[in-house]
C-alpha cells in the first residue's frame, strides 16, 4: 500500500522500533504541517493509508472527496477532526484505538510538571539565574494544599496519585459517574462547582473536548479562584471560554497559568496572547510528545494497518462501511 503520515514535525516517527512493521509498504512522511485544501490533495491523492498525529490535520468531506485511492484512515485517541460520516459514505475506514484500559503516563506528567513549574516559579528562576540574578522571588509548596481535578478519567486519576504523594487533598467536580469513581477511589467530590472553584488551590483540567463542554469553564467560574491559585490546562484549549483565561490572569484571579494546549497549533508568528503574560507557563502541546509514548502509539496505528492489509480492519470506528470499502486502484 501507499501509506502517507502527516505532521510528523520532528522526524520521529521513521526511528521508532515499530516502524519497521511497515516494511514491505511504500511509505512518505511530511515532517511540516499545512491546511491548505490543494496541498494536502497534493500530498494525499496517491495514498491507500494515511496515518494522522493526534488532531494536528482534520480531514473533512471537501478534501475526502478529492482521494479516490484512499481506504484507510489510521490513528488513536478521539476524533473530532475526521468526517465520519463522509468517510463511511465513501468506502473509507476509520481506524482508531481509544486505548480503553491505559492512560496516557507521559500527558499526566507533563500536567505534573507543569504545576510544578508554576508553583515554584522555576522558568522565571532560571531566566533570572542567566542573567545574573539571584533568586527572584518564592513559590508555593504543593503539601497541604488542595488540588481540584475538573474531569476524572484516566489521565485525572493518575494526577491524583502524584497529588496524594505531594501531600495534596484531591477533590473531584465532574460528571455523576466520574464522581462516583472519584469517591471508590477514596477521593473527595465537591459540594458544588462554585466551592469547587473556591476551595482549590489548583485546578488541573481533565475533560474531553465535545459540545457539551466547548467554554465549560467561564470567566465567571475563574473569579472565584483564590489570588493565590493556579490552573493547569493540559487538556483542551476549548474547555475554557475564548480570552477567558487571559483576562483572569490579568486580573490576578488565578494567580498563575501552566497551559499546554491552544485553539489552534502550531502557533504562527503572531503568537498567542498567553505568551505575554508573566503568570503564565506555556508548552507547545507537549503532553504527549515522549519517545515511550510515541512507541505506544505508533504500534497501536501500525498494528490498524498491518491488520486492515491482511483483511482483518480493528478498531473500526465506522462498522457500517465494512463491506462497502472501496477496491484498489491500480
Same mark, same amino acid.
Given at each position: 500500500?501507499?501509506?502517507?503520515?502527516?505532521?510528523?514535525?520532528?522526524?520521529?516517527?521513521?526511528?521508532?522500533?515499530?516502524?519497521?512493521?511497515?516494511?514491505? !509498504?511504500?511509505?512518505?512522511?511530511?515532517?511540516?504541517?499545512?491546511?491548505?485544501?490543494?496541498?494536502?490533495?497534493?500530498?494525499?491523492?496517491?495514498?491507500?493509508?494515511?496515518?494522522?498525529?493526534?488532531?494536528?490535520?482534520?480531514?473533512?468531506?471537501?478534501?475526502?472527496?478529492?482521494?479516490?485511492?484512499?481506504?484507510?484512515?489510521?490513528?488513536?485517541?478521539?476524533?473530532?477532526?475526521?468526517?465520519?460520516?463522509?468517510?463511511?459514505?465513501?468506502?473509507?475506514?476509520?481506524?482508531?484505538?481509544?486505548?480503553? /484500559? @491505559?492512560?496516557?503516563?507521559?500527558?499526566?506528567?507533563?500536567?505534573?510538571?507543569?504545576?510544578?513549574?508554576?508553583?515554584?516559579?522555576?522558568?522565571?528562576?532560571?531566566?533570572?539565574?542567566?542573567?545574573?540574578?539571584?533568586?527572584?522571588?518564592? /513559590?508555593?509548596?504543593?503539601?497541604? !494544599?488542595?488540588?481540584?481535578?475538573?474531569?476524572?478519567?484516566?489521565?485525572?486519576?493518575?494526577?491524583?496519585?502524584?497529588?496524594?504523594?505531594?501531600?495534596?487533598?484531591?477533590?473531584?467536580?465532574?460528571?455523576?459517574?466520574?464522581?462516583?469513581?472519584?469517591?471508590?477511589?477514596?477521593?473527595?467530590?465537591?459540594?458544588?462547582?462554585?466551592?469547587?472553584?473556591?476551595?482549590?488551590?489548583?485546578?488541573?483540567?481533565?475533560?474531553?473536548?465535545?459540545?457539551?463542554?466547548?467554554?465549560?469553564?467561564?470567566?465567571?467560574?475563574?473569579?472565584?479562584?483564590?489570588? @493565590?491559585?493556579?490552573?493547569?490546562?493540559?487538556?483542551?484549549?476549548?474547555?475554557?471560554?475564548?480570552?477567558?483565561?487571559?483576562?483572569?490572569?490579568?486580573?490576578?484571579?488565578?494567580?498563575?497559568? /501552566?497551559?499546554?494546549?491552544?485553539?489552534?497549533?502550531?502557533?504562527?508568528?503572531?503568537?498567542?496572547?498567553?505568551?505575554?503574560?508573566?503568570?503564565?507557563?506555556?508548552?507547545?502541546?507537549?503532553?504527549?510528545? @515522549?519517545?515511550?509514548?510515541?512507541?505506544?502509539?505508533?504500534?497501536?496505528?501500525?498494528?490498524?494497518?498491518?491488520?486492515?492489509?491482511?483483511?482483518?480492519?480493528?478498531?473500526?470506528?465506522?462498522?457500517?462501511?465494512?463491506?462497502?470499502?472501496?477496491?484498489?486502484?491500480?
Amino acid at each position: 500500500m501507499n501509506i502517507t503520515i502527516l505532521d510528523d514535525l520532528f522526524d520521529a516517527v521513521r526511528g521508532l522500533p515499530c516502524f519497521s512493521s511497515l516494511a514491505g !509498504h511504500r511509505v512518505t512522511v511530511w515532517n511540516d504541517r499545512t491546511e491548505d485544501q490543494n496541498e494536502l490533495q497534493r500530498r494525499l491523492v496517491d495514498a491507500d493509508c494515511v496515518v494522522l498525529i493526534r488532531e494536528r490535520t482534520a480531514l473533512r468531506a471537501s478534501l475526502l472527496e478529492r482521494l479516490p485511492r484512499l481506504r484507510l484512515i489510521s490513528q488513536r485517541s478521539v476524533y473530532p477532526h475526521i468526517d465520519i460520516d463522509a468517510c463511511t459514505r465513501l468506502g473509507v475506514i476509520v481506524s482508531s484505538d481509544q486505548h480503553a /484500559g @491505559t492512560p496516557c503516563f507521559a500527558a499526566a506528567e507533563l500536567t505534573w510538571g507543569l504545576l510544578l513549574a508554576v508553583a515554584r516559579r522555576i522558568p522565571e528562576q532560571v531566566q533570572a539565574l542567566k542573567q545574573g540574578v539571584w533568586q527572584t522571588g518564592m /513559590g508555593m509548596s504543593l503539601r497541604g !494544599h488542595t488540588l481540584g481535578l475538573y474531569g476524572y478519567g484516566r489521565i485525572a486519576r493518575e494526577v491524583s496519585n502524584y497529588a496524594r504523594a505531594f501531600g495534596m487533598r484531591v477533590v473531584v467536580w465532574a460528571r455523576p459517574d466520574s464522581m462516583e469513581r472519584a469517591r471508590a477511589d477514596g477521593l473527595e467530590a465537591a459540594t458544588s462547582k462554585e466551592s469547587f472553584f473556591r476551595e482549590s488551590d489548583v485546578i488541573s483540567l481533565h475533560l474531553r473536548l465535545v459540545p457539551d463542554t466547548r467554554g465549560i469553564v467561564t470567566r465567571e467560574d475563574l473569579e472565584l479562584m483564590k489570588p @493565590t491559585s493556579i490552573l493547569i490546562n493540559s487538556s483542551r484549549a476549548g474547555l475554557v471560554a475564548p480570552n477567558a483565561l487571559y483576562e483572569a490572569l490579568k486580573a490576578g484571579r488565578p494567580a498563575a497559568a /501552566g497551559v499546554d494546549v491552544f485553539e489552534s497549533e502550531p502557533l504562527g508568528e503572531a503568537g498567542h496572547p498567553l505568551l505575554t503574560l508573566p503568570n503564565a507557563v506555556c508548552t507547545p502541546h507537549i503532553g504527549y510528545v @515522549t519517545h515511550q509514548e510515541y512507541q505506544l502509539q505508533f504500534t497501536d496505528i501500525f498494528r490498524q494497518i498491518t491488520a486492515y492489509a491482511a483483511g482483518q480492519p480493528i478498531n473500526v470506528v465506522n462498522p457500517d462501511v465494512l463491506g462497502q470499502t472501496r477496491s484498489f486502484v491500480q
